[in-house]
């Protein structure tokens, strides 16, 4: 192999060899082939490298870890609400997919937290969105007429959204303990409340057209009249409430003042009669003491003789028993 003189040339350090007069600025070298404003491949291939957490550091069971695993963490990692749970519980995204995914399957089977489920995507939901209709609605200019047909559309909607909730509730509230019985009534809930709302279907019209209207109004006038009979009776039996209630306190206020008053004239005697007590012991203190007389002497108490001791009596013979006296004597009658 023969070197060309170019190639025995030395070149000095920090020096750079000199251009050829016939060379052309920019001939030989590779021209760029990235669009402008992007990274060329290899260099957007490192940078997203080392944007990607290191999901080493974060706990996974041991049959969550491998290459596939890494895999799915990085597709997972796109998912905002993934990432924020993985990082804040110091997992891999894959762990909370698969705890997603186990929540799903109880709740499906067993309906474990039906309820909170079923109000937060049938009622939280949904009242957050007829709020934001109800404040687009009220912030509308004039000349907007287009925006108002919509908006307006979008109000009745919600208006229908709520009463065929409304009439969902009720009857579930009626035959509560019959339909929980129904293997897997949670999930076919959630499912049906989902279907009122979502934009591309909008069930909740096809169910007010079809169920909830007809019977509405052809018991509209039943319904007027018995709310109008009920709120009648419930106000007449608010006023009894509130006038018995009134008379018997008043009952109760008369019978205390007369118990009162009997108190007072019973305490009216004791009051006097303690003046009167403590004005004597006043008096008492305040006149002066008495001097009390001095004995002169100790009265001597004559001493008394005794008493000469009686001599045993002797004891006297029987006298002879007396002659005995004669009889009397006996009437007797002649017949």
């Known amino acids: 192999m023969q070197l060309s003189e170019c190639d025995t040339k030395p070149v000095a350090v920090g020096v750079q060899p000199e251009a050829d007069a016939n060379d052309k600025p920019g001939e030989g070298l590779p021209l760029p082939t990235t669009p402008p404003g992007q990274l060329p491949t290899g260099l957007a291939s490192d940078v997203k490298a080392m944007k990607a957490p290191r999901h080493n550091e974060s706990w996974a069971p041991s049959f969550l870890k491998g290459k596939t695993a890494e895999a799915v963490n990085a597709d997972l990692d796109e998912v905002p609400l993934v990432r924020h749970l993985a990082r804040r519980l110091q997992v891999t995204p894959v762990v909370v997919a698969v705890g997603f995914l186990l929540l799903s399957l109880i709740f499906l089977l067993y309906g474990v937290g039906g309820q909170l489920v079923c109000t937060i995507f049938g009622v939280a939901l949904p009242a957050f969105e007829s709020f934001k209709a109800v404040e687009e609605f009220a912030n509308l200019q004039e000349g907007d007429g287009q925006n108002v047909y919509n908006k307006a559309s979008g109000m009745q909607f919600w208006l229908t959204y709520w009463i065929v909730v409304a009439a969902i509730s009720s009857i579930e509230c009626l035959f509560y303990y019959v339909v929980v019985w129904i293997p897997g009534y949670y999930p076919l809930k959630l499912g ?35 709310l109008e009979e009920s709120s009648r009776g419930l106000r007449k039996s608010v006023s009894n409430v509130a006038s018995s209630a009134m008379d018997a306190g008043l009952g109760a206020g008369k019978e205390s003042m007369v118990r009162l008053r009997r108190g007072l004239t019973m305490v009216g005697p004791g009051i006097e009669t303690m003046r009167i007590l403590s004005s004597e012991l006043v008096k008492r203190r305040s006149a002066p003491a008495r001097p009390e007389p001095e004995v002169s002497a100790v009265q001597e108490v004559p001493e008394t003789e005794p008493e000469p001791e009686v001599a045993e009596a002797e004891v006297a013979e029987p006298e002879a028993a007396s002659p005995a006296s004669p009889a009397s004597p006996v009437p007797v009658f002649q017949g």
Do not use: C, Q
């Open 192 to 226: 049906f409340l989902v279907y009122l709302y979502i934009p591309r279907v909008r069930g909740a019209n096809h169910v007010y057209n079809w169920f909830v209207s007809p019977v509405l109004k052809r018991n509209r006038a039943t319904i007027d009249l018995t």
